[in-house]
Nanobody, 119 residues
Framework: QVQLVESGGGLVQAGGSLRLSCAAS????????MGWYRQAPGKQRELVAT???????GSADSVKGRFTISRDNAKNTAYLQMNSLKPEDTAVYYC?????????????WGQGTQVTVSS
């Protein structure tokens, strides 16, 4: 099992910044992918950004150039630096941890943290 603790959400004005953190503990596996997803009211959950244990990153087109994902492997923590926030970024942001165990990926989710961007 992997436990995820998220922090850093809140209310910010458009153009502002927030930094989300996700700390993983438990059976995290050396081979893993940490990521952030978000879900706005009435919409499906969507991928925001991911980072592998080797440091390879990926992100949605809608956040490229504004959001940066990073991680500290020693702390098993991933960060999402969100700059130039827009009202359409308002959503619950969920941390995701994919651990490679027994030749398959196992998925774990955080409880979610609310990000609200006012116009």
């Amino acid at each position: 099992q992997v436990q995820l603790v998220e922090s850093g959400g809140g209310l910010v004005q458009a153009g502002g910044s927030l930094r989300l953190s996700c700390a993983a503990s438990g059976s995290t596996s050396d081979i893993n992918i940490m990521g952030w997803y978000r879900q706005a009211p009435g919409k499906q959950r969507e991928l925001v950004a991911t980072i592998t244990s080797g440091g390879t990153t990926g992100s949605a087109d809608s956040v490229k150039g504004r959001f940066t994902i990073s991680r500290d492997n020693a702390k098993n923590t991933a960060y999402l630096q969100m700059n130039s926030l827009k009202p359409e970024d308002t959503a619950v942001y969920y941390c995701n941890f994919k651990a490679w165990w027994d030749y398959k990926w196992k998925d774990y989710w955080g409880q979610g943290t609310q990000v609200t961007v006012s116009s």
